[in-house]
């Protein structure tokens, strides 16, 4: 009977840990438009000790290049996961075979032996994204997202302020890179195609 429990356990946390193969969304681009925003004028609010400031509704249609957790730290606070997300060009896995991405420590990094696109097509066309889920269905939503995977996301950028004066702050434009390059999603819904 022991061993019996013991294999069903087994069972079970091979399904929820075993890796699962990406999509395949086949060849060419999958997500063509760049992220749209538009600045917002609105009243800030209380999110757990923090102060969020809304400064842009942001839609992105975009391929999860890679995503990683977290859970310590006053960022995971708030946002437990980042998404490198990859439109037009970097959304094409043709050129996606062709270069090497991953993340650590809330940045993204990348590296191509062929250059298929230019420096300038891979940096202006993905971005690692700070996800914020606006509420717990949307938290839920966004564990189920996978590496791979073509996604819409909604919901705002924002800034986020703590009571000791700590700050985060989303970036407003997919043309910079390095530190503060990163976008700071509120995100309000989210939907795997």
């Not at 060849?27 to 800030?44: D, E, F, I, K, T």
């Not at 985060?168 to 195609?193: F, P, Q």
């Amino acid at each position: 009977m022991n061993k019996l429990l013991w294999g069903i356990a087994a069972g079970i946390a091979l399904l929820i840990f075993w890796p699962t193969a990406p999509k395949d969304y086949g060849a060419g681009v999958v997500a063509s438009l760049a992220p749209l925003q538009q600045n917002l004028s609105l009243s800030s609010f209380k999110q757990k000790d923090y102060q969020i400031t809304p400064v842009a509704s942001f839609y992105i249609k975009a391929k999860v290049l890679d995503r990683e957790n977290y859970y310590f730290g006053r960022e995971a606070d708030l946002s437990p996961v980042d998404f490198v997300l990859g439109w037009g060009p970097m959304s094409d896995q043709d050129v996606l075979s062709h270069i090497s991405i991953s993340q650590r420590n809330r940045w993204y990094y990348w590296k191509t032996d062929e250059w298929i696109i230019s420096r300038k097509a891979i940096e202006n066309s993905s971005a690692n994204m700070h996800m914020i889920p606006s509420n717990d269905s949307v938290a839920s939503a966004l564990k189920q997202v996978k590496q791979g995977d073509v996604i819409t996301l909604s919901g705002k950028l924002v800034n986020v302020k703590g009571q000791d004066g700590w700050q985060w702050n989303s970036s407003l434009s997919r043309n910079d890179t390095g530190d503060g390059a990163c976008e700071l999603i509120w995100v309000e819904s989210v939907r795997v195609h």
